[in-house]
Protein backbone atom coordinates (compact mmCIF):
# COMPACT_ATOMS: atom_id res chain seq x y z
CA UNK A 1 0.00 0.00 0.00
CA UNK A 2 1.18 3.95 -1.06
CA UNK A 3 2.89 5.38 1.97
CA UNK A 4 3.00 8.93 2.63
CA UNK A 5 6.16 9.74 -0.29
CA UNK A 6 4.10 8.14 -2.82
CA UNK A 7 1.27 9.50 -2.17
CA UNK A 8 2.83 12.89 -2.22
CA UNK A 9 4.09 12.21 -5.67
CA UNK A 10 1.09 11.46 -6.65
CA UNK A 11 -0.48 14.49 -4.92
CA UNK A 12 1.92 17.08 -6.70
CA UNK A 13 1.15 15.40 -9.98
CA UNK A 14 -2.52 16.33 -9.74
CA UNK A 15 -1.36 19.44 -8.62
CA UNK A 16 -0.39 20.49 -11.44
CA UNK A 17 -2.66 18.67 -13.84
CA UNK A 18 -5.96 18.99 -11.86
CA UNK A 19 -5.87 21.87 -9.43
CA UNK A 20 -8.38 24.66 -10.77
CA UNK A 21 -10.01 22.76 -13.20
CA UNK A 22 -14.08 22.61 -13.17
CA UNK A 23 -15.65 19.31 -13.51
CA UNK A 24 -17.71 18.75 -16.92
CA UNK A 25 -18.70 15.10 -16.12
CA UNK A 26 -17.76 12.05 -14.43
CA UNK A 27 -18.87 8.81 -15.19
CA UNK A 28 -18.59 5.17 -12.58
CA UNK A 29 -17.89 2.23 -14.42
CA UNK A 30 -17.49 -0.26 -11.75
CA UNK A 31 -20.01 1.02 -8.33
CA UNK A 32 -17.44 -1.07 -5.87
CA UNK A 33 -15.11 2.36 -6.78
CA UNK A 34 -17.57 4.87 -4.72
CA UNK A 35 -19.08 2.24 -2.14
CA UNK A 36 -17.20 4.76 0.70
CA UNK A 37 -19.82 7.21 -0.68
CA UNK A 38 -23.57 5.72 0.89
CA UNK A 39 -25.11 7.61 -1.36
CA UNK A 40 -24.30 5.48 -4.36
CA UNK A 41 -22.66 6.50 -8.02
CA UNK A 42 -25.53 8.56 -9.53
CA UNK A 43 -24.89 11.10 -6.78
CA UNK A 44 -21.43 11.01 -6.50
CA UNK A 45 -21.16 11.99 -10.31
CA UNK A 46 -24.14 14.34 -9.80
CA UNK A 47 -22.22 16.05 -6.57
CA UNK A 48 -19.33 16.72 -8.49
CA UNK A 49 -20.21 17.66 -11.78
CA UNK A 50 -19.77 21.65 -11.94
CA UNK A 51 -17.43 22.36 -8.89
CA UNK A 52 -14.04 23.33 -9.56
CA UNK A 53 -11.09 21.35 -7.96
CA UNK A 54 -8.92 23.19 -5.78
CA UNK A 55 -5.52 22.66 -4.54
CA UNK A 56 -5.01 18.46 -3.96
CA UNK A 57 -3.57 18.31 -0.05
CA UNK A 58 -2.75 15.26 2.20
CA UNK A 59 -2.43 13.95 5.07
CA UNK A 60 -0.05 11.63 5.94
CA UNK A 61 -1.19 8.54 3.33
CA UNK A 62 -4.91 10.44 2.66
CA UNK A 63 -5.54 12.51 0.00
CA UNK A 64 -8.45 14.89 -1.15
CA UNK A 65 -9.27 17.47 -3.84
CA UNK A 66 -11.29 20.04 -2.39
CA UNK A 67 -14.12 21.73 -4.10
CA UNK A 68 -13.26 25.11 -4.12
CA UNK A 69 -17.28 26.64 -4.01
CA UNK A 70 -18.44 24.09 -1.46
CA UNK A 71 -17.53 22.42 2.09
CA UNK A 72 -16.54 19.48 0.33
CA UNK A 73 -13.83 17.27 -1.10
CA UNK A 74 -13.15 13.85 -2.90
CA UNK A 75 -11.19 11.71 -0.44
CA UNK A 76 -8.77 8.98 -2.69
CA UNK A 77 -8.22 5.75 -1.28
CA UNK A 78 -5.76 4.31 -3.20
CA UNK A 79 -5.99 0.71 -1.39
CA UNK A 80 -3.42 -1.98 -3.02
CA UNK A 81 -3.53 -0.66 -6.44
CA UNK A 82 -5.42 2.33 -6.77
CA UNK A 83 -4.18 4.83 -9.13
CA UNK A 84 -4.79 8.44 -10.59
CA UNK A 85 -3.91 9.10 -13.71
CA UNK A 86 -3.81 11.73 -16.02
CA UNK A 87 -4.74 10.37 -19.61
CA UNK A 88 -4.85 12.45 -22.87
CA UNK A 89 -9.15 12.08 -23.82
CA UNK A 90 -7.87 10.29 -26.57
CA UNK A 91 -6.20 7.65 -25.12
CA UNK A 92 -7.15 4.00 -25.23
CA UNK A 93 -9.69 3.11 -21.79
CA UNK A 94 -7.37 0.77 -19.08
CA UNK A 95 -8.36 -2.88 -18.50
CA UNK A 96 -9.31 -1.74 -15.04
CA UNK A 97 -10.22 1.72 -15.03
CA UNK A 98 -13.03 3.01 -12.43
CA UNK A 99 -13.96 6.30 -12.80
CA UNK A 100 -13.52 8.62 -15.16
CA UNK A 101 -13.65 12.91 -14.85
CA UNK A 102 -13.63 14.94 -17.63
CA UNK A 103 -13.28 18.45 -17.25
CA UNK A 104 -14.81 21.93 -19.39
CA UNK A 105 -11.57 23.34 -20.42
CA UNK A 106 -9.57 22.81 -23.87
CA UNK A 107 -6.39 21.09 -21.94
CA UNK A 108 -7.27 18.11 -23.92
CA UNK A 109 -7.13 15.61 -20.72
CA UNK A 110 -8.90 13.82 -18.09
CA UNK A 111 -8.35 12.39 -14.52
CA UNK A 112 -8.65 8.26 -14.32
CA UNK A 113 -8.94 6.10 -11.31
CA UNK A 114 -7.58 2.63 -12.12
CA UNK A 115 -7.69 0.12 -9.54
CA UNK A 116 -6.75 -3.79 -10.31
CA UNK A 117 -8.24 -4.99 -7.05
CA UNK A 118 -10.87 -2.73 -6.59
CA UNK A 119 -9.93 -2.08 -3.06
CA UNK A 120 -9.44 1.96 -3.52
CA UNK A 121 -12.04 4.48 -4.22
CA UNK A 122 -13.49 7.94 -4.42
CA UNK A 123 -15.91 9.07 -1.71
CA UNK A 124 -17.58 12.62 -1.30
CA UNK A 125 -17.62 14.33 1.87
CA UNK A 126 -18.01 17.24 4.28
CA UNK A 127 -15.06 19.00 5.68
CA UNK A 128 -14.04 20.65 8.74
CA UNK A 129 -13.21 23.95 9.37
CA UNK A 130 -9.07 22.91 8.85
CA UNK A 131 -10.41 22.10 5.17
CA UNK A 132 -10.08 17.71 6.25
CA UNK A 133 -12.93 15.59 4.78
CA UNK A 134 -14.28 14.62 8.29
CA UNK A 135 -13.87 10.92 8.03
CA UNK A 136 -9.93 11.56 8.59
CA UNK A 137 -10.07 14.50 11.06
CA UNK A 138 -8.89 11.90 14.13
CA UNK A 139 -5.53 11.10 11.87
CA UNK A 140 -2.51 12.89 13.16
CA UNK A 141 -0.13 15.25 11.31
CA UNK A 142 2.89 13.48 9.74
CA UNK A 143 6.62 13.90 10.32
CA UNK A 144 6.69 16.09 6.95
CA UNK A 145 3.78 18.73 8.45
CA UNK A 146 5.63 22.21 9.44
CA UNK A 147 3.17 21.95 12.46
CA UNK A 148 3.87 18.77 13.77
CA UNK A 149 4.98 18.73 17.19
CA UNK A 150 7.89 16.61 17.86
CA UNK A 151 7.83 16.66 21.45
CA UNK A 152 4.06 15.93 22.02
CA UNK A 153 5.12 13.11 19.95
CA UNK A 154 7.51 12.13 22.27
CA UNK A 155 5.20 13.18 25.22
CA UNK A 156 2.86 10.88 23.87
CA UNK A 157 5.28 7.58 23.15
CA UNK A 158 6.28 7.60 26.65
CA UNK A 159 2.53 7.33 27.34
CA UNK A 160 1.41 4.34 24.70
CA UNK A 161 3.17 1.78 26.65
CA UNK A 162 3.55 -0.53 23.23
CA UNK A 163 6.46 -1.13 21.07
CA UNK A 164 8.27 1.68 18.70
CA UNK A 165 7.68 -0.26 15.28
CA UNK A 166 3.33 -0.05 16.41
CA UNK A 167 3.52 3.69 17.50
CA UNK A 168 5.30 4.36 13.98
CA UNK A 169 1.78 2.69 11.89
CA UNK A 170 -0.46 4.16 14.46
CA UNK A 171 -2.30 6.68 12.65
CA UNK A 172 -3.25 8.26 15.63
CA UNK A 173 -0.02 8.90 16.87
CA UNK A 174 1.76 9.88 13.51
CA UNK A 175 0.43 9.51 9.78
CA UNK A 176 1.96 8.65 6.97
CA UNK A 177 4.41 5.78 7.74
CA UNK A 178 3.62 2.27 6.66
CA UNK A 179 6.00 -1.38 7.11
CA UNK A 180 8.55 0.11 4.33
CA UNK A 181 9.59 3.15 6.04
CA UNK A 182 9.41 2.24 9.27
CA UNK A 183 11.75 -0.54 8.65
CA UNK A 184 13.96 1.82 7.01
CA UNK A 185 13.93 4.16 9.79
CA UNK A 186 14.21 2.08 12.96
CA UNK A 187 17.66 0.60 10.92
CA UNK A 188 18.76 4.25 10.34
CA UNK A 189 18.35 4.71 14.33
CA UNK A 190 19.63 1.42 14.91
CA UNK A 191 16.63 0.08 16.69
CA UNK A 192 14.66 -2.90 17.34
CA UNK A 193 11.22 -2.87 16.02
CA UNK A 194 10.03 -4.52 19.19
CA UNK A 195 11.65 -1.86 21.47
CA UNK A 196 9.13 -0.40 24.09
CA UNK A 197 8.54 3.09 23.55
CA UNK A 198 8.87 3.46 27.24
CA UNK A 199 12.32 3.63 27.16
CA UNK A 200 13.00 6.27 24.74
CA UNK A 201 14.41 8.99 25.50
CA UNK A 202 14.14 12.85 24.27
CA UNK A 203 17.09 12.37 21.90
CA UNK A 204 15.74 9.12 20.51
CA UNK A 205 13.27 10.16 19.93
CA UNK A 206 14.39 13.18 17.94
CA UNK A 207 16.90 10.86 16.14
CA UNK A 208 14.50 8.45 14.97
CA UNK A 209 12.11 11.45 13.47
CA UNK A 210 15.31 12.95 12.37
CA UNK A 211 16.06 9.54 10.09
CA UNK A 212 12.17 9.16 9.26
CA UNK A 213 12.30 12.60 7.72
CA UNK A 214 15.32 11.69 6.08
CA UNK A 215 14.00 8.35 4.55
CA UNK A 216 11.19 9.90 3.53
CA UNK A 217 12.71 12.87 1.49
CA UNK A 218 15.06 10.93 0.05
CA UNK A 219 12.24 8.83 -1.37
CA UNK A 220 10.41 11.48 -2.59
CA UNK A 221 13.22 12.78 -4.50
CA UNK A 222 12.99 9.32 -6.83
CA UNK A 223 9.64 9.13 -6.77
CA UNK A 224 8.98 6.74 -4.12
CA UNK A 225 9.25 3.04 -3.90
CA UNK A 226 7.92 0.77 -6.51
CA UNK A 227 8.14 -2.53 -6.03
CA UNK A 228 5.35 -3.59 -9.48
CA UNK A 229 3.76 -1.95 -11.80
CA UNK A 230 0.60 -1.02 -9.31
CA UNK A 231 2.07 2.01 -7.92
CA UNK A 232 2.94 4.63 -10.38
CA UNK A 233 2.74 8.79 -10.72
CA UNK A 234 -0.25 10.43 -12.38
CA UNK A 235 1.70 10.14 -15.81
CA UNK A 236 2.34 6.54 -15.31
CA UNK A 237 5.61 6.70 -14.13
CA UNK A 238 7.44 4.53 -11.44
CA UNK A 239 9.45 5.43 -8.44
CA UNK A 240 12.88 4.05 -8.10
CA UNK A 241 13.50 3.99 -3.79
CA UNK A 242 13.17 0.13 -4.10
CA UNK A 243 16.81 0.65 -5.45
CA UNK A 244 18.12 2.44 -2.34
CA UNK A 245 16.49 0.15 0.52
CA UNK A 246 18.56 -0.72 3.59
CA UNK A 247 16.53 -3.03 5.37
CA UNK A 248 13.20 -3.66 3.62
CA UNK A 249 13.37 -6.74 1.60
CA UNK A 250 16.70 -7.61 2.32
CA UNK A 251 16.90 -10.83 4.28
CA UNK A 252 20.08 -12.75 3.79
CA UNK A 253 21.59 -9.68 2.19
CA UNK A 254 24.81 -8.35 4.16
CA UNK A 255 23.83 -5.25 6.22
CA UNK A 256 25.29 -2.18 4.51
CA UNK A 257 26.53 -1.13 7.86
CA UNK A 258 28.13 -4.36 9.66
CA UNK A 259 27.74 -7.11 7.80
CA UNK A 260 25.82 -9.23 9.38
CA UNK A 261 22.61 -10.78 7.24
CA UNK A 262 19.90 -9.40 7.40
CA UNK A 263 16.78 -11.35 8.79
CA UNK A 264 13.13 -10.47 8.57
CA UNK A 265 10.54 -12.05 10.93
CA UNK A 266 6.69 -12.49 10.36
CA UNK A 267 4.72 -8.69 12.24
CA UNK A 268 1.23 -8.14 12.76
CA UNK A 269 0.58 -10.34 9.08
CA UNK A 270 3.09 -8.01 7.86
CA UNK A 271 7.42 -8.63 8.17
CA UNK A 272 10.06 -6.58 9.59
CA UNK A 273 13.25 -6.57 8.11
CA UNK A 274 16.35 -5.91 10.52
CA UNK A 275 19.68 -6.57 11.74
CA UNK A 276 20.65 -8.89 14.18
CA UNK A 277 23.65 -6.64 15.34
CA UNK A 278 23.09 -3.24 14.87
CA UNK A 279 19.19 -3.54 16.16
CA UNK A 280 19.91 -5.85 19.52
CA UNK A 281 16.44 -7.33 20.24
CA UNK A 282 15.26 -6.21 24.08
CA UNK A 283 15.43 -8.91 26.01
CA UNK A 284 12.26 -10.19 26.73
CA UNK A 285 12.40 -10.19 22.93
CA UNK A 286 15.44 -11.97 22.50
Known sequence: MPELPEVEVVRRGLE????????????????RAVRRHVLGADDFTHRLTGHRVGTPSRRGKYLWLPLEDTPQAVLAHLGMS????VQPHTAPD?????????FADEQGTELRFVDQRTFGGLSLHDTTPDGLPDVIAHIAR???????????????????????KRALLDQSLIS?????????????????????T?????P???????????????????GGTSFDSLYVNVNGES????????????????????????RRRPWMNRSSYFCPTCQRAPRAVS
Not at 198 to 202: C, D, I, Q, V
Request: one cysteine or more.
Open 16 to 31: RWVAHRTVAAAEVLHP
Open 82 to 85: GQLL
Open 94 to 102: EKHLRIRVR
Open 142 to 164: DPLDPLFDDEAFHRALRRKRTTI
Open 176 to 196: GIGNIYADEALWRSRLHYERP
Open 198 to 202: ATLTR
Open 204 to 222: RTAELLGHVREVMGAALEV
Open 239 to 262: GYFDRSLDAYGREGLPCRRCGTPM
